[in-house]
């Protein structure tokens, strides 16, 4: 299995409104972590492509007005929202959660960067209330795609990450495989995809790419796997400008 990029027609396509893609090693290219918005485009569209700085935080920043080559953003942000046509925003990963968001009337697109500190400090209902609030997105609107990311199968996480989980999440049990106390491997995804649920996303608008970064090598760059960033993979969503 080889594809430069992974895309999820249930999730959404150009029918829909909106651009998207989940990354793997055979990344676009795109200048990333700059700050500065880039422009992309062969067939006469102008696309701006927006990664920033993560900090494993849960501040969105929010695109509301349109782009211009003099634009910086100088600061840390996990997540991207914009209700601006033909703006890529993209987050990168390697084994966090990549989580893509649309409004089927195209208010607005988010991409999010989830690994256990953002989860667990509920970034992705953040981000869905930040859509609702501040766009005015109706929640039976959203879609949510839940991208690659390290797995179940291969996550081990430690007490850093099990006391907050035991302690803030009475479903906590479910979301552990082979629980030995101070070790034990988080489904990551299923945390993300209950906390969508319980942010009033209905399960038929949530889809999940169960594929772990962790156990493809000849798809994914690893954190967990190499122990070093070797390389991250691009994950972005735009409003598709209807001309
Ligand atoms: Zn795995």
């Known amino acids: 299995m080889t594809a430069p990029v992974i895309t999820v ?3 959404g396509s150009l029918q829909d409104g909106v651009s998207h893609f989940f990354g793997t090693k055979q990344r676009t290219p795109v200048p990333y972590e700059t700050g500065v918005p880039a422009a992309s485009g062969s067939d006469g569209r ?4 927006l990664s920033v700085k993560q900090v494993h935080g849960t501040d969105a920043l929010i695109v509301d007005r349109p782009l211009s080559g003099e634009d910086r953003f100088e600061g840390g942000w996990d997540a991207l929202v914009t209700d601006q046509p033909d703006v890529m925003v993209i987050v990168r990963t390697a084994d966090c959660v990549p989580v893509l968001m649309y409004d089927r009337r195209g208010k607005a697109v988010a991409a999010v960067h989830a690994g256990w500190r953002g989860a667990l400090a509920e970034i ?3 981000t869905i209330q930040l859509m609702v609030g501040r766009f005015g997105v109706h929640i039976g609107d959203l879609r949510v795609s ?3 990311s390290a797995g179940p199968c291969c996550y081990e996480v430690d007490q850093a990450v099990l006391e907050p989980l035991r302690s803030g999440r009475r479903d906590w049990s479910a979301l552990l495989h082979d629980d030995r106390d101070t070790k034990a491997r988080l489904n990551l ?4 995809q209950q906390q969508s649920l319980e942010a009033g996303i209905s399960s038929e608008r949530i889809t999940v790419v169960n594929v772990c970064t962790i ?7 690893s954190y967990r796997r190499e122990g ?16």
């Not at 102008?46 to 492509?49: K, N």
């Not at 995804?189 to 993300?192: E, N, Q, S």
């Open 9 to 11: 027609p249930a999730f």
């Open 46 to 49: 102008h696309v701006w492509l």
């Open 124 to 126: 992705v209902p953040k």
């Open 146 to 148: 839940i991208g690659p």
């Open 189 to 192: 995804k299923a945390l993300i």
């Open 215 to 221: 156990c493809h090598p000849e798809l994914f760059y």
């Open 228 to 243: 070093r960033v070797n390389g991250t993979m691009l994950n972005g969503i735009a409003l598709v400008s209807r001309r």
